[in-house]
């Protein structure tokens, strides 16, 4: 374990994420022809859909060995509809190389990154990427880290040349310089002469990062003595690993330079499992526990990701303590049920080694789970314990989808099902009134991918809808009401009278109160009404709109000694509900997204004035590096269809723009009234239909 290290690679789209994982495989001896993200060859990008868009969709999980250690690498999407991927990636790993483009610095997507591996206290090293570029510059590249980020970014580093000039770095820590005299040869030579100066203030600044964590060193340092270069790495790799500094590395993974020192980075600083505290866990009785790192641990496994495969789903495992095997029966502890292990493999992208066991620290996909999903623990019986499990965004756009072929409606709802196990994101309804099925996801971009994997992979044609934004609606003010359902028609009747006071919750789900004294309503019939209200909250009214913010009081009500029943008092609270939303009204929400758009400087008042018709809220105007500037705020996600296009129109084909959920707001009374009746009047016909 003290030689195994599980990294991921992350950044904003199009840093060149992907490019240093391929690279480092060649490296490591793991393929022997770097595949190229440009020309839809490359190996961690093994989706059809990955490689003819050139972007990484989904977590690609590898292992590698370098100068005796076990590396597992997940190379995870840049673009934030796939942000999920993100976030059970950092979940599960110890450490991450964070990529950034030599000439923009940190980018939206970076931040958002960021903020993810901060949630999970991933320890990080920092590398600048594409020094070849034009327009590269590694002081303005540290210092948007620095600034955007709030990181303790220290270089280790520093460039030779810049842009088609770039040639080698200069090692910070043992003061030496490399030249590369092609894509595989490199020469070790002098620290340049007009370099000099740059380097020692660098090393200085490298110097004081490291004695003032250091009492020892730190005499040292102010009394003239100089530091061993073991010293300097022992102090960087504790401050990595108590998350309090990032080294920073630069290079070009396109053109083979600085791969190998990224790789020694990786190793010599970034933590193994043995160097993270205890994982926290906690028992069936919610109190708090710890699992030690230890293959004689109890067993404590984390199911992070289910992929669909031919020959059964993959469930990728991270063990925190003790042993799995192949053939192990183990408990999983949410679903509370007995699960097997069939098959064991350790990835290698798009192939698969099986391997008989895997202990604590190490990451591998089971075959044969049956029922274990994203964020299962998997435990043994006598000891069941959860691991924290993980928050992903709620969907914020949505269209309805049909078979071509009515042949295929059941394969596709299978279809739907193992996505929709695979990616928590996503979302598969059926609308009981109008018999449509309904797929909802991150983003337009998302939805598409789904739409073409069902193409490709599942084989079925599929016809859909325009997009349309995931709002949500709110009781506008509290009210209280009788919801009475009472059937007389020979025979046994139906009976069910609930009294309920709703008002607004500051949670999202149902907030219930169960306020009945005296026996009003028999005790079993109570959750009915409950079940009632919730499912009146999930199906919209007439709008189909789902209800947040609810808090429902059931306070009194009546019963029958003969007629009641669970179906009576549950059709008691969906009516209650409805009566609610007639007496107190509707408050439309909508999606609002933070969106960041990078355009031509030149072009930023066209920019800003097409945000504003759209109803946007600018936060902020930076000028970028050269001709660029950024423009950060928030918009409405309605008002954001078919703006890529727009964009590139108003920009000559240069500006690029990227949205994540932010909020939902209020939506304006003139627009809530639009869409309300659209949808009302869309939902009634499809129920004619």
Same mark, same amino acid.
């Given at each position: ?61 590898? +292992? ?53 591996? $901060? ?186 990701? %289910?992929?669909?495969?031919? %020959? ?19 408990? +999983? ?19 698969? $080694? ?16 049956? $029922? ?61 009134? %109008? ?27 599929? $016809? ?147 945000? +504003? ?28 269809? +078919? ?47």
């Amino acid at each position: 374990m003290r030689m195994h290290r599980n990294v991921g690679i992350m950044a904003h789209i199009d840093a060149g994420k992907t490019t240093v994982t391929e690279r480092i495989l060649k490296i490591t001896g793991r393929i022997h022809k770097m595949g190229e993200v440009h020309e839809g060859a490359a190996t961690m990008d093994y989706l059809e859909e990955e490689r003819e868009r050139g972007i990484t969709i989904t977590a690609a999980a590898v +292992n590698v060995e370098w100068k005796d250690h076990s590396i597992t690498i997940i190379d995870t999407p840049g673009h934030v509809d796939f942000t999920a991927e993100v976030e059970r990636s950092m979940r599960v790993l110890d450490g991450a190389i964070c990529v950034f483009d030599a000439s923009e610095g940190v980018e939206p997507q970076s931040e958002t990154v960021w903020r993810q591996a $901060e949630r999970y206290g991933v320890p990080r090293l920092c590398f600048i990427n594409k020094m070849d570029k034009p327009g590269a510059d590694f002081a303005m590249a540290v210092r948007s880290v620095k600034e955007k980020l709030g990181a303790n970014a220290v270089p280790v580093q520093l460039p030779i040349g810049y842009g088609q000039d770039f040639q080698g770095m200069v090692d910070l820590v043992d003061m030496t310089a490399v030249h590369y005299e092609s894509l595989e040869v490199t020469k070790d030579i002098p620290i340049p002469d007009d370099m000099k100066d740059e380097v020692e203030a660098a090393r200085t600044a490298l110097i004081e990062a490291v004695a003032e964590r250091d009492e020892a060193l730190l005499e040292k340092y102010l009394g003239g003595e100089e530091i061993a270069v073991d010293d300097i790495r022992r102090i960087i790799r504790e401050g990595v690993i108590a998350n309090e500094l990032q080294p920073v590395f630069c290079g070009s993974a396109l053109r083979d330079k600085g791969i190998q020192r990224i790789c020694d980075g990786l190793v010599a600083y970034l933590p193994s499992p043995l160097d993270l505290p205890p994982t926290q866990v906690t028992d069936d009785d919610g109190n708090e526990t710890t699992r030690e790192v230890s293959d004689d641990a109890p067993l404590t496994a984390l199911a992070f990701k %289910t992929i669909h495969d031919r %020959t059964g789903d993959l469930t990728f495992i991270r063990v925190y303590s003790g042993r799995l095997e192949r053939g192990d029966q183990v408990w +999983n502890s949410r679903k509370q049920k007995i699960e097997r292990i069939g098959r064991l493999m350790v990835m290698k992208a798009d192939t698969k $080694e099986p391997v008989d066991s895997i202990g604590a620290g190490q990451i591998a996909a089971a075959l044969g789970l049956k $029922e274990a999903t994203t964020g299962d623990t998997l435990c043994t019986r006598d000891a069941p314990v959860h691991l924290e499990s993980m928050d992903f965004p709620d969907a914020v756009i949505s269209m309805a989808i049909e078979p071509k072929s009515r042949g295929d409606r059941d394969k596709l709802g299978e279809a739907l099902g193992a996505i929709m196990r695979e990616d928590p994101t996503f979302r598969a309804m059926s609308d009981e009134e %109008t018999n449509e099925t309904v797929i909802a996801g991150m983003g337009e971009l998302h939805l598409e991918v789904i739409v073409n994997r069902l193409k490709s992979e599942f084989k079925i044609e599929c $016809e859909t809808g325009a997009p349309r934004v995931a709002y949500r609606q709110r009781l506008k003010k509290p009210v209280d009401v009788e919801g009475k359902h009472v059937k007389q028609s020979g025979g046994s009747g139906q009976f069910g009278i609930s009294r309920v006071r709703f008002d607004i919750s500051e949670q999202e789900e149902l907030e219930w109160v169960d306020a009945i004294v005296g026996g009003a309503i028999p005790r079993e019939y109570i959750p009915a009404v409950r079940k009632g209200i919730e499912a009146a909250t999930v199906l919209g009214g007439d709008t189909g709109f789902p209800f947040v913010q609810v808090k429902a009081e059931l306070y009194d009500g009546k019963s029958h000694s003969v007629d009641s029943s669970e179906m009576a008092f549950q059709e008691s609270g969906r009516v209650a509900f409805k009566e609610a939303v007639a007496k107190a009204g509707i408050t439309l929400l909508e999606p609002i997204m933070k969106i960041s758009v990078q355009t031509p400087s030149d072009h930023v008042g066209d920019v800003i004035g097409s945000l +504003n018709a759209r109803r946007a809220m600018i936060d902020s105007i930076e000028e970028g590096k050269g001709s660029f500037s950024m423009i950060q705020g928030r918009v409405p996600l309605s008002e954001m269809f +078919n703006y890529a296009t727009h964009l590139r129109s108003m920009t000559a084909g240069r500006g690029t723009y990227s949205m994540e959920p932010s909020s939902y707001d209020p939506c304006p009374d003139s627009i809530a009234k639009e869409v309300l009746e659209e949808a009302r009047a869309a939902k009634e016909a499809k129920r004619k239909k």
